[in-house]
């Protein structure tokens, strides 16, 4: 095995990788600072302030306009990719708490796009298995609970049009897919890895980004 690099992210360099991505916006930056605010131990669920600009730039890159997100939390993904979607866009958001993406739903208002975003609260497999089965979905981003991420997975690939991108987040989950012994979210994350790299439906890569962000092209 060849590393091509051994970059270390310190502090100071990731501080300089956020400061050379688009900025956050004031509803965008609110909203991140709401959420650690009032949620401080489980904050770590929000997407990390690098992916939303990434998520944004997928959106525009793919022209996607019918997106599908599991796992909402407090909105800050969704808001991302619902700014970068066009006006006559739409994402469905799926979440089982109101509380917390009860603050979503105010900075989607503040930020205008809230006529773009159905947020619907109610177990994700229930919301994807009552949408239409042919393919429909520009692109989808995964980042719920990690036992369902291989039914997630099913569910939307037959669903996703051709060319259509799936993004799942926490591939590398802190580490401990390198644990054989793995168990719980952690023992989900490494078979859903390998579900992932044996579906010839899809071309897939593993970037290591944040905690680890699989990309998913339909082929």
């Known amino acids: 095995m060849t ?26 930056h609110g909203l991140v600072t709401t959420t650690y605010e009032k949620f401080p131990d489980v ?13 944004a730039f997928l959106v ?25 979607l066009p006006a006559d866009g739409a994402l469905i958001a799926c979440d089982i708490s109101e509380e917390w993406t009860e603050y979503g739903r105010q900075a989607w208002e503040e930020a205008g796009v809230a006529d773009r975003i159905d947020l619907r609260i109610a177990p994700a497999l229930e919301t994807l298995r009552a ?8 692109m989808a981003y995964i ?8 039914a997630y997975w099913e569910e939307l690939v037959p669903r996703m049009r051709p060319g259509g991108l799936i993004v799942s987040d926490n591939t590398l989950f802190h580490g401990r897919v390198l644990d054989e012994a793995a168990t719980g979210a ?8 390998d579900h992932v790299l044996a579906d010839d439906r899809m071309e897939s890569v593993l970037l290591a980004i944040s ?4 990309l998913s092209r339909k082929r």
């Open 3 to 28: 590393k091509g690099n051994s970059t270390k992210i310190t502090d100071e360099l990731y501080q300089y990788v956020l400061d050379h991505n688009p900025p956050l916006d004031a509803v965008q």
């Open 43 to 55: 904050a770590g669920m929000q997407s990390a302030q690098e992916q939303g600009p990434l998520l």
């Open 60 to 84: 525009r890159l793919t022209g996607a306009r019918r997106i599908v997100e599991i796992g909402t939390f407090t909105g800050f993904s969704t808001l991302s990719m619902a700014q970068a």
């Open 131 to 138: 949408m239409p089965g042919e393919p429909h979905i520009d």
């Open 143 to 150: 980042d719920a609970d990690k036992e369902n991420q291989i």
């Open 186 to 193: 952690a023992a989900a994350i490494r078979a859903f890895n």
């Open 211 to 214: 905690d680890g962000l699989t």
